[in-house]
């Protein structure tokens, strides 16, 4: 039954997207609407972003500094772990799984509200496609700006470990940065972006389909918003390995 279930969502899901992903009726309004998308969702996230990267930089670096004891491993280790875990997994996957209740939660939320004061009835009545008109400029306009906000949380959380070892003497400032410079891999960058690209479009179009599809009233919409959350952050999970397995082999 959950096998059933489980079948009928996705197909209900790709049918959907099929409506999302129709050449709009007048790209005007979609340029405009994805320009505000940007801001609201990809802007707007920049202060959680920062604030969430500059305490997990730092405790991230005072982790790897108090559990690195032993004599014959180099001092800089501290500083190249750190940077390995914030580009290969946290600067994309567990950011998007933050971000996943921050914007996917206004989204099932923004959507699902729409459909319970019939809103969305009204577009379909006016012969509007609603799904590409209300959903396509959140999933553009999201991807767009996710890389960007990869490379803000890549920053700051190496800014969080070297305030660590600027204003502490756990590390040594020179050793740190050393640390973060040695045998350093581009890839390892790309492999973040690559990644989060995709997990942005999870979040917009996991969340929009659970608000597009809600019946009843406001404790619905709130339900929506709950499992639009819980959905993208499995997916989110399941395709990081995916991704991982086929990116770093």
């Known amino acids: ?20 992903f129709a050449i709009p009726d007048r790209w005007k309004t979609f340029f405009r609407r994805t320009f505000f998308e940007i801001s609201k969702l990809g802007v707007d996230s ?29 001092s800089y ?3 190249l772990a750190t940077r390995e875990i914030i580009l290969l997994e946290f600067s994309n996957s567990i950011l998007c799984l933050i971000l996943a209740g921050k914007v996917g939660s206004n989204i099932a939320s923004e959507i699902g509200t729409m459909r319970v004061t019939e809103q969305i009835d009204a577009l379909d009545i006016m012969g509007i496609n609603s799904a590409n008109f209300l959903v396509l400029p ?8 996710m890389p960007i906000l990869v490379i803000f949380c890549i920053f700051t959380s190496f800014l969080g470990g070297f305030f660590i070892a600027t204003f502490t003497d756990i590390i040594p400032l020179s050793r ?17 972006l690559i990644k989060s690209l995709f997990f942005s479009y999870i979040i917009t179009s996991v969340a929009a389909f659970y608000g597009y599809f809600v019946h009843g009233g406001a404790l619905e919409v709130g339900k929506a918003s709950t499992n639009a959350v819980v959905a993208s952050s499995i997916l989110i999970l399941l395709l990081d390995v995916v991704l991982t397995k086929l990116l770093l082999q």
Not at 1 to 20: H, P
Not at 138 to 145: P, S, T
Not at 176 to 192: K, R
């Open 1 to 20: 039954m959950v096998i059933t279930d489980s079948l009928a969502t996705f197909g209900k899901y790709c049918i959907f997207m099929s409506r999302v």
């Open 46 to 74: 920049i202060p959680l972003v920062i604030v969430i990267s500059l305490f997990i930089g730092a405790v991230i670096t005072i982790q790897m500094q108090i559990n690195i004891v032993s004599p014959l491993v180099p």
């Open 77 to 79: 280790s501290t500083g």
């Open 138 to 145: 959140k999933v553009v306009g999201f991807l767009i700006y």
């Open 176 to 192: 740190f940065v050393y640390g973060l410079q040695t045998m350093f891999q581009e890839w390892y960058v790309w492999y973040g």
